[in-house]
């Protein structure tokens, strides 16, 4: 079975500050990474993504990531946050060999908070 | 291109009563996935419906089932509710069920079901 853990439940930074929220995962087969960001009462969107290629991804606000397999991590950095960047961050996987379901298994969450 | 659709967004219920969400999958997309996200937690996997038909369940019992229509909208009904079945409702849809881009799944905004 797969797992997902975000090491840190909270994280707090001030704006203009760079930030890392760190994901490892365990996974007896190859995975594909994702970083959702989930704003107040809303749903999740996407991010970012590690399908294959290069492995330092770039997504949506200024957000990216690094999948480095061999100590299994995938951290979300970002150099200089904002204000709006406050929300829950949830990291999955979704296994490559999953056979027919495509199953995201998420961590619990990073909530980053960014202070003024 | 319009994006994936929940109803309702919120509602209430009592103790052993059923409930029925619905979803409308992004525009192309023919799987749904449903998650459930208690308080504080990740979204966890409910099940998969490709072409009408369940494939893939999560740690779920069977009070949980569904439904896909042809036009690729779904049903989430819940019998005999329990109050730890309060929690926000995800459905998420994707492309056919096959190749890479068939993992990433696209998030509705969620319906948040109360169970008093």
């Known amino acids: 079975a797969q797992s997902v853990t975000q090491l840190d439940s909270q994280v707090p930074v001030f704006e203009e500050a760079p930030v890392e929220l760190r994901c490892n995962y365990s996974?007896?087969?190859?995975?594909?990474l994702f970083w959702y960001v989930q704003y107040p009462n809303q749903g999740l969107q996407l991010l970012l993504k590690?399908?294959?290629?290069?492995?330092l991804v770039k997504g949506i606000n200024g957000f990216e990531a690094e999948f480095n397999k061999s100590q299994t991590s995938f951290h979300l950095r970002k150099p200089s946050v904002h204000i709006s960047d406050t929300a829950e961050y949830f990291c999955?996987?979704?296994?490559?060999?999953?056979?027919?379901?495509?199953?995201?298994?998420f961590g619990s969450g990073t909530q980053l908070t960014v202070l003024p | 291109e319009t994006g994936v659709t929940q109803s309702p967004t919120h509602l209430i219920k009592t103790r052993g009563q059923q409930v029925t969400l619905r979803c409308s999958s992004q525009?192309?997309?023919?799987?749904v996935s449903w998650y459930q996200q208690a308080l504080g937690q990740g979204p966890q996997f409910i099940f998969q419906?490709?072409?009408?038909?369940?494939?893939g369940r999560g740690n779920f019992p069977p009070r949980f089932s569904g439904l896909q229509f042809p036009n690729y909208s779904s049903e989430l009904n819940v019998n005999a509710l329990e109050l730890d079945d309060s929690a926000l409702y995800l459905c998420?849809?994707?492309?056919?069920?096959?190749?890479?881009?068939?993992?990433?799944?696209?998030f509705g905004p969620g319906t948040r079901l109360t169970v008093t």
């Open positions: 998420a849809s994707s492309l056919p069920s096959s190749g890479t881009l068939s993992h990433e799944q696209y």
């Open positions: 996974s007896s087969v190859s995975v594909y």
């Open positions: 590690y399908l294959s290629g290069s492995t």
């Open positions: 999955a996987v979704s296994l490559i060999s999953s056979g027919s379901a495509r199953q995201l298994t």
């Open positions: 525009s192309g997309h023919n799987t």
């Open positions: 419906y490709y072409r009408e038909e369940e494939n």
